[in-house]
């Protein structure tokens, strides 16, 4: 079993490289998750979460990436 690796919100940030408002304006909005462990004042954000909220997701489908719109060979 993994162990999620926890981050400040200052860590958190830095691994993300966005502004500390970004940062706190996903949180308020849901898209990041701040967990109060116990012992901890501070929340801290899981890592695996962060990497995937930023991970693009692959594109679907085999069309033209040429921008056209003009498939024809």
Do not use: C
């Amino acid at each position: 079993m993994i162990l999620p690796t926890w981050l400040t919100g200052a860590q958190a940030i830095k691994h993300l490289q966005v502004s500390r408002s970004t940062f706190y304006r996903l949180v308020r909005e849901g898209r990041i998750t701040p967990y109060y462990l116990p012992g901890v004042a501070d929340p801290r954000y899981n890592q695996e979460e962060l990497d995937a909220l930023f991970t693009p997701a692959p594109r679907q489908g085999g069309g033209s990436t040429s921008g056209t719109g003009d498939d024809r060979a």
